[in-house]
């Protein structure tokens, strides 16, 4: 098996767990999809198709070296185009790209092939979780009550000369 770059992995994994979409501002599933496929290659005896270099991280718990520049990459190249602005923004995987990458997973090995599935498939599921949570959060931030009456009634002013 040959080695591959980290945005390849990333734009073969992304298209062949079918992910959606990924949230703008965090990173975590993709870290963590990631280590996932190093420590199940190593369980598995099988040769990772990068080197997962992983090191503690306080905001996605487990970093990935090169995570960062390669989401940067394939949107830059067009492979996620982004909906949303603020907390709740995110970059959808553009359809025509994911045709093209998951062709792509056909070169590699069975072997591999499999495990970049199960690793995009999780990523898929970790992703989804993660822009629920921040729809979800962005929506409780928006509810206000507001009615005729004030919810505690307050004595009247008195006047004092």
């Known amino acids: 098996m040959f080695s591959i770059r980290m945005t390849q992995v990333l734009r073969t994994m992304i298209a062949g767990g079918e992910v959606v979409?990924?949230?703008?501002?965090?990173s975590w599933p993709v870290h963590r999809a990631l280590a996932w496929l190093g420590e199940e290659a190593?369980?598995?005896?099988?040769?990772?198709?990068?080197?997962?270099?992983a090191r503690p991280?306080?905001?996605?718990?487990?970093?990935?070296?090169?995570?960062?520049?390669a989401l940067a990459a394939?949107?830059?190249e067009g492979?996620?185009?982004?909906?949303?602005?603020?907390y709740t923004a995110r970059w959808a995987v553009d359809p025509d790209a994911a045709t093209t990458a998951r062709r792509d997973l056909l070169r590699e090995d069975p072997a591999t092939a499999v495990l970049l599935v199960q690793?995009?498939?999780r990523l898929a599921t970790w992703a989804s979780t993660a822009l629920k949570n921040a729809e979800t959060a962005a929506?409780?931030?928006?509810?206000?009550?507001i009615g005729p009456a004030p919810t505690v009634r307050q004595p009247p002013l008195v006047v004092l000369r």
């Open 21 to 26: 979409a990924l949230p703008a501002r965090v």
């Open 42 to 53: 190593g369980r598995l005896g099988a040769e990772p198709p990068f080197t997962v270099a």
């Open 57 to 69: 991280d306080p905001d996605t718990c487990v970093a990935v070296e090169g995570v960062e520049d």
């Open 74 to 76: 394939l949107f830059d």
């Open 79 to 86: 492979f996620f185009v982004q909906f949303g602005a603020g």
């Open 119 to 121: 690793a995009g498939q």
């Open 139 to 145: 929506s409780s931030w928006a509810t206000t009550v």
